[in-house]
């Protein structure tokens, strides 16, 4: 699968387990380490039972889960389940979340997989069914009854002549001593009275009211507060400190360095800024960044590692037949996770062992790292993951936690670090920039005869997983470094295809070797792509790689169907064979009252405002949710600004744990998106990053007139659960950028969309017409 | 250092920190309340919001000694998740939110806008909205539960 498609991120799917690997530089003998959800041994042991749920004296029920909540709504979906499960209140469940002396290690909570996991038949939902049958039997046994004539409801077994016993009854805080059962039956969907409901989620009140605590608030005893003072520029090296120049802080503790790590703590906050304000500290600069204004080039230029994810051997040929022929290149910048809240982190190092309050999205390879890092065993290391502000993927959270250690250490006190929003910013892992070049041949008959094409990200770092420190800035400036890119030729594709970053088109066969593992009819296929070192941290920011792929993927389908002289949406279901994609896509039309007609272009006005439609479509990952989306815009020809008005998005992720929660999911990633596409962009100098605030980085504020979303939920319940929270924000920016060309015979090829780039490409147009 | 006098939410404070130091830590820290929060330092996204005699200010960018005798309320010293304020049970009951982060500068912003003009038409309350930032982007349903709130005054006062 690794030779397949050399992906990038950190983790592989597996058949329905997840499988965390280091991305593609995993070693075979890294695989082989891998534990039953692909993540390493510890001290609880995912095969038995007691690791997950206990039944308490008074009858409660307590979960554990490695999957943990960051806003998305994991909390109150995995409540419901064990709740489903096990027949009880919902209110009678008590779950406890990612914590490496409680919870089992489920690697890290990402990527649309948390579903995956822990909603089919492994892990928590084959726990809790297991649970149950085991407390049935145990019932049987006591009534001296066959287990088939007993139901169970509220936690009570019961027959049908009226005998009874309780959960507590049964194994009130004792232990079942029960190995995992892969026989269990998950309750049928038919049945369910609290999965699939639209229970609200259950930390609203703290929330809406204040009194959550998020990992900002953690307070330990003694504790004091530290300020991490990052180098001026990407790749400058320390040359010397001067710790005189803040020994007049009042409150000081100390000043840190580890070889190029500087950071300051101080007995307050306020302390640790002015310190970190004043520390006079000599930087060497490294060599200066590529320059912005022509990145694009440079990113082509770059040897990098080639990775052939799928090649039928005839694409040339094909298109040398071809009646005709299109290309074009798409461009995606660097964008960044942005978290509101600059993320924080509370570590208490002792001697020779800590305690780590993160908000991490991953806390055993969190723990291993620090491990690593402090020199202390893994064992000694408790990491408890507390929510932080969203993170939407890698943001600054695990360097936060790592960095706190390092203060922590060094000062002998339990430490409190927050980032200022420049050390958020400047040092995250960034949202890979991309190039995407396609050309494709069309038949006389309008349908695509063959596709070629090939890509160009950057890369560096990304997750640290549970071996490589040196992927984020922490690790770099202790002496880590990122885990090596490994450039080299691509080899043959072979197994079966891996289209987890979305390179191939949804409407491409995907074959290898005879077997097809894509959704499409377009058999003359290539897919290349090269990962290229970036000169900035990157790392999986919602919907890594896919969104930039489904950019420009489904744009140029829409270039293709009016080379085609055809309707974007007919098009788009004349080359798709896949079911749930077709599925999304005409239940997106239909909400939206799609008429069908091919382009027709049409004068436009000097001024004014111009309306435009476009659709676009995604199987995350292949087979991981699917997304149908339809979006009105309107585009002010004088100001370039484009505002969409209406969206219309159809989601299938399989059978609904929560609609509500799930409908928050699809309406918060296609606004996400739809920012991202219309102004999100990193930038940089020759130092490094400079979007390191909400002036220099565009987001949308909430004064923003919002479109109006219609969301169609698709709800199969005779298929697994795929991920939920990525289809939606990876459909948008292509829905967007098609729908700007509806309006204006304008084709956008780089997100953002800003208001300069419309109006240079509308100005472009109207030379030309 | 200084002792300095605090009202905040109803009660009467008495610290004693650097006069200098940003009301958003002598809150937080020192008061241990968890309703404000930093998320710029900046006063660019609004995570820090809090009421001051009836006006919202940033206080990551308020010294704690420019307060005075000004009454400063926070997201948590509105209501509580027993006892939530009519617009927090708006927020609750439109699931307006994800991570939550922001909602201090959200709801409080709502707020003191929909206090001072209750009539307000969507687009001025959309407009005090500016400089608020929620990068979940449950902008819709933040919108639709302060909607609620104000349609809620509204019957409550005629």
Redesign the interface.
């Known amino acids: 699968m690794l030779t397949a498609n050399p992906s990038r991120r950190d983790f592989l799917k597996g058949t329905g387990a997840l499988v965390v690997s280091f991305s593609a530089f995993s070693t075979g003998a890294e695989l082989f380490a891998q534990g039953q959800f692909g993540t390493r041994e510890s001290n609880v042991d995912p095969k038995k039972l007691d690791s997950w749920i206990a039944i308490n004296a008074d009858g409660t029920v307590t979960a554990h889960t490695g999957k943990c909540d960051?806003?998305?709504?994991m909390f109150t979906a995995q409540t419901q389940l064990v709740a489903e499960e096990l027949c009880v209140l919902i209110e009678r469940v008590k779950l406890l979340q990612c914590d490496t002396e409680i919870t089992p290690d489920q690697g890290t909570t990402s990527g649309s997989q948390s579903s995956p996991v822990n909603f089919n038949t492994e892990n928590l939902a084959q726990a809790a069914a297991t649970a149950r049958e085991a407390l049935v039997a145990m019932a049987a046994d006591k009534l001296g009854l066959p287990a088939e004539q007993l139901s169970v409801a509220g936690g009570i077994v019961t027959a049908k002549s009226g005998q009874h016993v309780s959960y507590e009854e049964l194994i009130g805080d004792k232990k079942f001593n029960l190995q995992m059962s892969k026989e269990a039956k998950r309750r049928p969907h038919k049945d369910w009275v609290v999965l699939g409901k639209p229970v609200?989620?259950l930390?609203?009140?703290?929330?809406?009211?204040?009194?959550?605590?998020?990992v900002?608030?953690v307070?330990a005893p003694g504790m004091v507060?530290g300020r991490v003072v990052r180098p001026p520029a990407m790749g400058a090296k320390l040359v010397h400190v001067d710790e005189s120049s803040v020994r007049d802080v009042?409150g000081m503790v100390k000043v840190v360095v580890r070889k190029d790590f500087v950071g300051v703590v101080a007995e307050?906050?306020?302390?640790a800024v002015q310190a970190a304000q004043k520390l006079k500290i000599e930087w060497m600069l490294g060599p200066a960044m590529p320059e912005q204004a022509t990145f694009f080039d440079y990113l082509q230029k770059q040897q990098g590692r080639d990775g052939l994810v799928i090649d039928s051997g005839d694409v040339d040929a094909e298109i040398a037949k071809a009646n005709k022929v299109v290309r074009a290149k798409y461009t995606y910048a660097y964008q960044m996770?942005?978290?509101?809240?600059?993320s924080?982190a509370v570590a208490d190092v002792k001697a020779d062992s800590a305690t780590i309050w993160s908000g991490t999205q991953s806390v055993y390879p969190t723990r291993s790292i620090a491990s690593t890092m402090l020199e202390i065993p893994q064992e000694k290391i408790h990491v408890i993951f507390k929510?932080?502000?969203?993170c939407?993927g890698l943001n600054g959270a695990d360097a936060v936690t790592l960095d706190a250690a390092v203060l922590s250490q060094e000062c002998g006190r339990p430490v409190r670090l927050?980032f200022?929003?420049r050390d958020e910013m400047m040092w995250e892992n960034l949202g890979s920039a991309m190039v995407i070049e396609h050309r494709a041949g069309l038949r006389t008959d309008g349908t695509i005869a063959a596709w070629d094409r090939e890509d160009w990200a950057a890369d560096r770092g990304g997750r640290p997983g549970y071996d490589q420190p040196g992927n984020l800035i922490t690790g770099m400036l202790l002496g880590y470094e990122p885990a090596p890119l490994n450039p080299g030729p691509a080899k043959k594709p072979t197994g079966v295809l891996n289209n987890q970053s979305n390179t191939v088109p949804a409407y491409m066969t995907g074959c290898i070797n005879g077997v097809c593992g894509g959704g499409g009819r377009v058999a003359s296929e290539r897919v290349l792509m090269h990962t290229i070192l970036s000169p900035f941290f990157t790392g999986p920011l919602r919907s890594p790689l896919r969104i930039q792929n489904t950019f420009a993927n489904e744009c140029f389908m829409d270039e293709l169907a009016l080379a085609a002289n055809a309707d974007p949406l007919d098009f788009r279901l004349k080359h798709l064979g896949d079911e749930r994609v077709r599925g999304v896509l005409k239940a997106a039309a239909e909400a939206a009252g799609w008429k069908s007609h091919p382009y027709t272009p049409r004068a436009l006005p000097k001024k004014g405002k111009v309306t435009g439609r476009g659709i676009s479509c995604v199987a995350y990952e292949g087979h991981n949710g699917y997304t149908g989306l339809v979006v009105d815009i309107e585009l002010d020809l004088e100001t370039g600004v484009v505002h969409p008005k209406r969206f219309f998005c159809a989601a299938d992720s399989g059978p609904i744990s929560n609609p509500?929660g799930l409908k928050?999911?699809v309406?918060?990633?296609?606004?996400?998106g739809?920012?991202r596409a219309l102004g999100e962009q990193a930038t940089w100098d020759d130092k490094g990053i400079t979007s390191v605030?909400?002036?220099t980085l565009n987001?949308?504020?909430?004064?923003?007139?919002?479109p109006v979303?219609v969301t169609v939920l698709l709800n199969p319940s005779d298929v697994p659960a795929t991920g939920a929270g990525e289809g939606s924000i990876t459909a948008a920016p292509a829905a967007i950028g098609n729908a700007i060309f509806n309006a204006t015979g304008v084709r956008m090829r780089t997100v953002p969309f800003t208001p300069e780039r419309v109006l240079a490409e509308l100005h472009k147009q109207s030379k030309t017409a | 250092?200084a002792l300095i006098n605090l009202r905040v939410n109803g009660q009467e404070h008495r610290v004693d920190?650097?006069p200098?130091?940003?009301l958003l830590?002598v809150l937080?820290?020192v008061l241990?309340?968890?309703?404000?929060?930093?998320?710029?330092?900046?006063a660019?996204?609004?995570?820090c919001t809090v009421i001051r005699n009836g006006q919202t200010i940033r206080s990551c960018v308020t010294a704690v000694n420019e307060i005075g005798t000004d009454e400063i309320t926070?997201?948590?010293g509105?209501?509580?998740?027993?006892h939530?304020?009519p617009i927090?049970?708006a927020?609750?009951d439109e699931?307006?939110?994800?991570?939550?982060?922001?909602?201090?500068?959200?709801?409080l912003t709502a707020k003191v806008t929909l206090d001072a003009k209750p009539n307000a038409t969507d687009k001025e309350i959309?407009?005090?909205?500016?400089?608020?930032?929620?990068?979940?982007?449950?902008?819709?349903?933040?919108?639709r539960a302060i909607r609620k709130y104000a349609e809620e005054k509204k019957h409550a006062h005629s």
């Open positions: 960051f806003g998305q709504g609200a989620a930390e609203r009140p703290e929330l809406m009211t204040g009194h959550f605590e998020f900002q608030y307070k507060h009042a307050t906050q306020y302390a996770h942005g978290s509101v809240g600059s924080c929510r932080g502000s969203g939407y927050q200022t929003r509500d928050n999911q309406e918060g990633g296609l606004l996400q739809m920012s605030d909400w002036v987001s949308l504020h909430l004064d923003y007139e919002m979303i | 250092m920190v650097d200098e130091t940003p830590f937080t820290d241990g309340l968890r309703g404000p929060r930093f998320g710029c330092g900046l660019q996204c609004g995570a926070t997201l948590d509105l209501g509580t998740p027993e939530p304020h927090q049970q927020f609750i699931g307006a939110a994800q991570c939550g982060y922001c909602l201090s500068g959200v709801i959309r407009e005090a909205m500016d400089g608020i930032i929620c990068r979940c982007f449950a902008h819709t349903r933040m919108m």
